[in-house]
């Protein structure tokens, strides 16, 4: 199969692709890493009458350290951060998800921006943003705006990123509580480098009494979108972590889930997998 015919504009500048964009209205796409786009318009599922390459825009590639928080231009590549010294020490929950992500060649084209931006219910990229509420960047001809990450999301590749809008770059919070900071992620695919069954992404601080003083915590796979689990974080935060206060926090886990049922397993077997999942994310974010 081949992409039906489209226009092609290879942006200079952020200026340069939103103004494109703009004037594309909703006929325009931008490509980043093109991992997902590309097979998309293969399969003729996307039809742009545009296709506005961002890859030569210089200014949407880097990491960046800011005050409170790291900095992530939205071309950076995926195996850019993954090797990037600055987020595994500041952000080692998005450093431990990465390598769960396709494959070496994949993540050498993939881009961090491109995987948040198309909002697979089942990625891992989107599934660390949601559990960390990190701040999106987007840009139009005229404005700004900037977006938590849990809101983003609508359903599954449905975001409040409008028509003329680019995603410029995404801001991952550092935390700087007092005590000791741990993350734990879990996944479940068919083969590693598969999409997810199901994914889990946690991230905890505890005390030296080993009293958990902040915890986060999201689901993927299980839903529409990337799922925070609101109720559980709260059950942990200001207890001892053990076996009975995991097992209070989960009770009526799967409440809060809404997985599809399809090839891959059913809706019953998602949520089964996800409680033992997010249990084994917060002992190994404990430990």
């Known amino acids: 199969m081949k992409a039906p ?41 996307a039809r742009p009458s545009v296709l506005i390459d ?9 990491i960046e350290q800011l005050d409170d928080g790291i900095r992530i231009k939205t071309c950076t590549r995926q195996n ?7 987020i595994g020490e500041s952000i080692p929950l998005l450093a431990k998800a990465l390598p769960f992500i396709g494959h070496h060649q994949t993540r050498n084209r993939g881009t961090i921006g491109g995987s948040i ?7 891992e990229i989107p599934l660390i943003a949601v559990a960390l509420d990190a701040s999106i960047k987007l840009q139009t001809k005229n404005d700004t705006r900037n977006l938590s990450a849990k809101d983003f999301y609508e359903g599954p590749m449905m975001t409040l990123r409008k028509d003329d809008e680019c995603l410029t770059d995404v801001t991952f919070p550092i935390w700087q509580e007092e005590g000791k900071l741990g993350v734990g992620f879990q996944e479940v695919s068919q083969r590693h480098g598969d999409f997810a069954i199901v994914s889990v992404a946690a991230q905890m ?4 009494n080993n009293v958990c003083q902040r915890v986060a915590i999201a689901v993927g796979g299980a839903a529409g ?4 689990l609101e109720k559980v974080e709260a059950n942990l935060t200001g207890s001892v972590i053990n076996q009975e206060t995991i097992g209070d926090a989960l009770t009526n886990m799967a409440d809060f889930l809404d ?7 059913s809706a019953a077997y998602r949520r089964r997998v996800a409680r033992v999942m997010t249990e084994r994310a917060i002992w190994e974010a404990a430990a």
């Open 54 to 62: 961002i890859n030569a825009v210089s200014e949407l590639a880097g």
């Open 205 to 208: 601080v505890l005390d030296g």
């Open 80 to 86: 850019v951060a993954l090797n990037s010294q600055l």
């Open 225 to 228: 979108i990337p799922v925070r």
């Open 117 to 123: 931006a198309h909002g697979d219910p089942a990625a």
């Open 259 to 265: 997985p599809v049922e399809d090839q891959h397993g």
């Open 5 to 45: 015919a489209f226009d092609y504009h290879a942006a200079e500048t952020v200026e340069d692709a939103v103004g494109q964009l703009a004037e594309a209205g909703d006929d325009g796409l931008i490509l980043a890493g093109g991992q997902t786009l590309v097979p998309m318009l293969a399969m003729r599922l």
